[in-house]
């Protein structure tokens, strides 16, 4: 296979916070979505990063910019910001998902 078949466009996909605690804490599940692909450096930057000498800064502030509405724009920008809970399982399913 030559590797320019595998070059493709980012595309916009759908993550789903349905655990237990969150559908008890706001009535359903959360949808939120990310590119499937994301540039070099934020990818190694956050998959470089382990517990003991993570920039948790770091990780918020790519974990803002890759929360995404279903038009691909940040849900964080401007004032807007999200619950905590909210926030750190969404990153758990980001690096997870990229991860892969």
Known sequence: MNITQLASKP?????????????????????FHIWDRQPLEKFVQLASMNKEDADYGQVIEFMKTAILDDQGNPVCSGELTLPHDVMFKAMNQVVEKLGK
């Not at 996909?13 to 008890?24: M, S």
């Open 11 to 31: 595309q916009l996909i759908q993550l789903t916070l349905d655990d237990e605690d969150t559908i008890d804490r706001y009535g359903e599940a959360l949808d």
